[in-house]
């Protein structure tokens, strides 16, 4: 029987140290991007659009306010057709015959016999033209 010599083995080492890991890698710096400039052709866009939202926005507030002077001026109308009415109503009342034969009787008036006449005979002018 043999024994077996124990095999050669490498020395054995301290196990390296891992180094320290490093920090990540900061992303490079971009530099800031130039200023764009605005072009003549984009402003002039931005200017007519805005033109036309303005205008749009006045058609619109005239539109409010006809609409509202319809409004107000169909209110007056009405009211003025109530007044018209109403004095139309009065003027059918105080001419009514028999209130205008009252009207006359408290003034002192009377009536006379519808067959009767008065005389008219006609007076003597100051001048005397019409003397008999």
């Not at 205008?55 to 209110?75: K, T």
């Amino acid at each position: 029987m043999s024994i077996a010599a124990p095999a050669r083995s490498a020395p054995r080492r301290a196990p390296k140290a891992r180094p320290a890991p490093a920090e990540a890698p900061r992303p490079a710096r971009r530099r800031p991007a130039p200023a764009r400039r605005i072009s003549a052709g984009g402003l002039a866009w931005v200017v007519l659009l805005a033109a036309m939202l303005g205008g749009i926005v006045a058609l619109n507030v005239a539109a409010l306010r006809s609409g509202i002077d319809a409004n107000h001026m169909s209110q007056q109308a009405t009211v003025l057709g109530i007044q018209n009415r109403t004095l139309e109503n009065e003027v059918q009342r105080l001419t009514a015959p028999w209130v205008i034969a009252k009207r006359a009787r408290s003034y002192g008036m009377v009536q006379t016999s519808p067959w009767r006449y008065l005389p008219l005979r006609p007076r003597p002018h100051r001048l005397g033209v019409f003397s008999k």
